[in-house]
T-cell receptor, first 111, second 118 residues
Framework: QKEVEQNSGPLSVPEGAIASLNCTYSDRGSQSFFWYRQYSGKSPELIMSIYSNGDKEDGRFTAQLNKASQYVSLLIRDSQPSDSATYLCAVKSDSWGKFQFGAGTQVVVTP | DADVTQTPRNRITKTGKRIMLECSQTKGHDRMYWYRQDPGLGLRLIYYSFDVKDINKGEISDGYSVSRQAQAKFSLSLESAIPNQTALYFC?????????????????FGQGTRLTVV
């Protein structure tokens, strides 16, 4: 079992709709959670970080964390063609200091 | 200029050759990482270093070695390159653990090095 699991996609989303991405993790000691966006051939860039249970909103993005169920999700509202990318979920245990990444979910926003 | 700089950006090398990928950072972070990315496999950790005197193997360290020459520099070497080491390589840095709400503890990535071994 992978430590961080994501659906690989592609997730096809009409322009203007909501994209919903999910991520589950196995290490209960994980304390920090991140969503990165990666365009093809480019480096990952941080979209959201979340450290506490609940929702965190930043513009069109909302991250949701449920430590009891060991999942973290990302909602993208009013999806735009520029949101077409691969989204990587990452978790980190501050005890170990290492980041564990999921394989990523490819999102395709169709006009 | 990028905060995390990788050189070279692209490299084609022959099987059996030794190659070094370099990473330098201006963020002042103690923690540095080397990842490789293959299609469908995400980012896999090769080596990581929490300070100049601390080097640790990641999940796929076989065939690789590293050197932490200074706080700002972390190099990855392939002693004898083989074709299945063809991949996109990323260096990353981070600050230590969360100290108070609002601290940023995410990983910052370099631009990547596309390595092809023929």
């Amino acid at each position: 079992q992978k430590e961080v699991e994501q659906n690989s996609g592609p997730l096809s989303v009409p322009e203007g709709a909501i994209a919903s991405l999910n991520c589950t993790y196995s290490d209960r000691g994980s304390q920090s959670f991140f969503w990165y966006r990666q365009y093809s051939g480019k480096s990952p860039e941080l979209i959201m970080s979340i450290y506490s249970n609940g929702d965190k909103e930043d513009g069109r993005f909302t991250a949701q964390l449920n430590k009891a169920s060991q999942y973290v999700s990302l909602l993208i509202r009013d999806s735009q063609p520029s949101d077409s990318a691969t989204y990587l979920c990452a978790v980190k245990s501050d005890s170990w200091g290492k980041f564990q990444f999921g394989a990523g979910t490819q999102v395709v926003v169709t006009p | 200029d990028a905060d995390v700089t990788q050189t070279p950006r692209n490299r084609i090398t022959k099987t059996g050759k030794r190659i070094m990928l370099e990473c330098s950072q201006t963020k002042g972070h103690d923690r540095m990482y080397w990842y490789r990315q293959d299609p469908g496999l995400g980012l896999r950790l090769i080596y990581y270093s929490f300070d100049v005197k601390d080097i640790n193997k990641g999940e796929i360290s076989d065939g690789y070695s590293v050197s932490r020459q200074a706080q700002a520099k972390f190099s990855l070497s392939l002693e004898s390159a083989i074709p299945n080491q063809t991949a996109l390589y990323f260096c990353a840095t981070s600050d230590p653990a969360l100290r108070q709400p609002g601290d940023n503890t995410e990983a910052f990535f370099g631009q990547g090095t596309r390595l092809t071994v023929v």
